[in-house]
């Protein structure tokens, strides 16, 4: 049984889609005036790992994500930068499409530009207008009245009179002359500071306001119910909300069946936040580890509800561990035709596998429990390991467990089979200095051999003499 945490519901509830096979899912995107940020791109992993476990447990997607490329933010970058709104957007764009091919955060099949579908949302807003969910202001620009939702505050379980003081910054953005403190924009009316950015509508030159461009591109592309709804914890309120008002006010059908999200990312136990210089790109990231999967590890290993306090030291030792891994992967890949195992021994592999397999499905099932599969993972690792060392483990025994980790890595994504990765560097480091010192070895200059010795203990590197084998592993 497939458990998710509904946000709606407060509740993990057994998913099922709407329609037998079919799920269809929709991320909020980001606005992309400037590169995503690692809360940004940990909401979106979190999005990945989601979609992936679906189709490892045989559903089909249809995903989509937005991107906001019209506010305030947007319009005021690309005029200091002298470029046209597209220009400048399509820049971040293609940025987060190469942070995400760095992370293996598979692309949504459906990912939509919000100045590309102004004309959805001008129907939605014409509607919300005709059913008296919205009114045109004194200002000209379009406001939803909350008021008119008989539940507006349930979703984020506000009452009413705290709306006004929980309002987050970006319903103060809305906030022009509207006749309630907490009614929100749907049309901002046209002004000097948009320049040439503003399109024709019934209610006169204007632009979209943030939430409606989600309802409009969700509900073109999946219908008037979607079965999921993801996005990071500080959009429940005001803009899920929003997003549920406005929907399901022109539909008169539940909007969302499942909402599920991400928890905060916070930095050295701080929130992100301009003024504490705290806010950091993958850019930063791979300044400090180069490889971009040791983020990805360490995203997708916490649980995703519970949010996660980001360090550098921390992303060190994901690293480190993800090294490790790959160690393994590679110890695999060369067992060598000399060891045959026994009957017993496969069967033993076979075993191990099976129950691997099947505590990574039943804690994935418990609302994606990451962490408890993973630490399953490295409990089949050190069993295998064990074999390996013991010379149990043939091409064959090999290949079942290489197998199953390709199996599993169809939903975690960290790991690399070929050995292109950065990894392969290190690698090739630790195999010219374990040659050399053999060379000593061989020539009785121990000096020179410890020497080297020391050297690869300062790396993490443990190595055994077998034979005429060293062999080795990362700490
Ligand atoms: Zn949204």
């Excluded at 807003?125 to 379009?142: F, M, W």
């Excluded at 319903?171 to 006749?179: F, G, L, M, V």
């Excluded at 129950?355 to 993972?377: H, Q, R, W």
Aim: charged content about 30%; overall charge positive; aromatic content about 12%.
């Amino acid at each position: 049984m497939l458990l998710f945490y509904n946000t709606l519901t407060r509740k993990k509830e057994n998913f099922r889609p709407i329609k037998k096979n079919i799920v269809k899912i929709y991320t909020c995107g980001p606005t992309v005036y400037n590169y995503a940020h690692i809360g940004n791109l940990s909401a979106y992993l979190f999005s990945d790992l989601l979609k992936r476990y679906l189709k490892y447990s045989g559903f089909r997607l249809i995903d989509v994500m937005n991107l906001t490329d019209v506010d305030d933010k947007t319009i005021k970058a690309s005029q200091e930068n002298d470029q046209s709104l597209r220009q400048y957007t399509s820049f971040f764009i293609d940025a987060l499409l190469e942070d995400f091919e760095k992370l293996n955060i598979i692309k949504p099949k459906v990912l939509c530009r919000a100045t590309d579908h102004i004309n959805g949302m001008i129907d939605l807003i014409k509607k919300l207008v005709n059913t008296g969910h919205a009114y045109q202001a004194e200002d000209e620009s379009v406001y939803y009245k909350i008021s008119t939702f008989k539940d507006y505050g349930k979703f984020a379980r506000l009452k009413k009179d705290q709306l006004k003081n929980d309002a987050s910054g970006r319903i103060s953005n809305d906030e022009y002359k509207k006749e309630e403190a907490t009614d929100f924009v749907l049309w901002k009316k046209w002004n000097d500071k948009d320049g040439e950015i503003c399109w024709n509508s019934p209610f006169g030159k204007g632009r979209p306001g943030w939430h409606i461009e989600c309802s409009a591109m969700s509900m073109k592309y999946l219908g008037e119910t979607l079965d999921i709804h993801t996005g990071a914890v500080d959009l429940i309120f005001p803009h899920h909300q929003n997003e549920i008002a406005q929907s399901e006010s022109v539909t008169g059908k539940q909007f969302v069946c499942f909402w599920l999200h991400r928890g905060f990312l916070k930095i050295n136990n701080e929130k992100m936040s301009k003024s504490l210089g705290n806010i950091y790109t993958l850019k930063d990231v791979l300044k400090n580890v180069p490889n971009p999967l040791a983020f990805r590890y360490l995203i997708l290993i916490s649980n995703y509800r519970l949010g996660l306090n980001f360090t550098f030291k921390s992303l060190k030792t994901a690293s480190n561990t993800l090294s490790r891994l790959q160690h393994f992967i590679r110890k695999l890949s060369e067992i060598n035709n000399s060891i045959i195992e026994s009957e017993k021994d496969i069967n033993k592999i076979k075993v191990f596998v099976q129950n691997s397999k099947n505590n990574f499905k039943n804690a994935m099932d418990d609302d994606l429990n990451a962490s408890e599969a993973i630490a399953d993972l490295f409990d089949f690792t050190k069993k295998i390991n064990n074999l390996i060392d013991k010379d149990k483990i043939s091409v064959n025994g090999a290949k079942i467990v290489l197998n199953f980790l390709q199996e599993v890595n169809q939903v975690w994504g960290f790991l690399k089979f070929n050995e292109e990765s950065i990894d392969d560097d290190l690698r090739k480091k630790i195999e010219y200095l374990i040659e050399k010192r053999n060379e000593y070895r061989l020539k009785n200059d121990w000096i020179n051999a410890d020497k080297i010795r020391d050297k690869l203990i300062k790396m993490n590197v443990i190595i055994r003499d077998d034979k005429n084998l060293t062999r080795w592993e990362l700490k």
